[in-house]
């Protein structure tokens, strides 16, 4: 969340709009990803998953792939054209995979269809950020209908410690993140600091100049925890979820206390959440 402005009375109540838009989106998502799995057409059953083990180094290994090819890509290529068609497929196919557990494959074409045209046709943050939403849901169903919970909290916990390493330490996640949005390609949902942000295009959003990046990572990863949960209780996923959107509300005191914004690792204190929202729910719902 980098910007460099002192906060004021002005600045809190920005501050405030950010955290409500940050809990709808959390929200938002948890629920389409979750609900897809329990209630979708092709709904997952419970039943036999990958062992933790294999699961969370199979997961981190893909991650720090992801992660190295991303760096190389944008050391080598300096336009923006090849990262927004990544970007872009990632969505489009997360936006797919949920319309299609939610309404068959007809369904999903006609409202991916209708999506890429909304994408092209409104280049508003409103509609960016429904789109990404939608977009981050599916892939969370997607990962998470065949991940265990315990495996599940596990990655979560290694990769928030990891995002305090990226940002403070060697700084590379910060780098890269600079990078994007340099090149205008948003792996994030962005966040006015006024409600009629949203109606702007997304060519105006500036981070420090009205507005707040919330990454995809920090919305998709919580997401796994609570997708993962849910194919076992409902209210263990509840609990989950309400946990990581009070991490999410902490995140933002966090984030107000500072004198001067700087980038935060906003994964953590999700993390943290949710994790404790966990633990509740395995001792009153799954063990």
């Known amino acids: 969340m980098p910007s460099k402005r ?26 389409l990803a979750a609900g897809a799995v329990r209630s979708g057409v092709r709904a997952v059953s419970a039943g036999a998953l990958p062992s933790d083990a294999a ?23 300096k336009g923006s054209r090849l990262f927004e068609a990544v970007f872009l497929l990632a969505v489009f196919t997360g936006i797919g995979t949920l319309f299609y557990s939610y309404f068959g494959g007809a369904g999903a074409v006609l409202l991916t269809s209708i999506a890429v045209f909304l994408y092209y046709g409104s280049r508003s943050v409103l509609v960016f950020d429904v789109l990404l939403v939608i977009g981050c849901a599916g892939i969370a169903e997607t990962l998470g209908a065949s991940m265990s919970p315990v495996g599940t909290a596990t990655i979560l916990t290694i990769l928030a410690a990891y995002d ?7 700084k590379h996640m910060v780098a890269m993140a ?21 109606l702007l295009p997304t060519a105006e959003a500036r981070p420090g100049e009205g507005f707040v990046f919330l990454g995809t990572g920090d919305v998709i ?21 309400a946990g990581a959107l009070l991490g999410a509300a902490a995140l933002h005191v966090l984030f107000l206390s500072q004198k001067v914004r700087r980038p935060m690792p906003a994964l953590p204190p999700i993390a943290a959440g949710a994790l404790l929202g966990f633990v509740a729910a395995y001792f009153l719902y799954l063990s």
Do not use: N
Request: overall charge positive; glycine content about 4%; cysteine-free.
């Open 55 to 77: 699961l969370v180094w199979t997961f981190l290994a893909a991650f720090a792939a992801v992660t190295v090819v991303l760096l190389l890509l944008l050391r080598t290529f």
């Open 221 to 241: 990863l919580p997401a796994l925890l609570v997708v993962s949960v849910s194919r076992q209780s409902v209210p263990a996923a509840a609990l989950t979820a």
């Open 178 to 198: 600079e990078s994007l949005l340099r090149r205008r390609v948003f792996f994030a949902m962005i966040l006015p600091e006024r409600p009629d942000g949203f």
């Open 6 to 31: 002192l906060f004021s009375g002005d600045a809190r109540s920005a501050a405030a709009v950010v955290m409500g838009e940050t809990l709808v989106i959390l929200a938002a998502t948890f629920a």
């Open 164 to 170: 305090i390493v990226a940002v403070y330490v060697t």
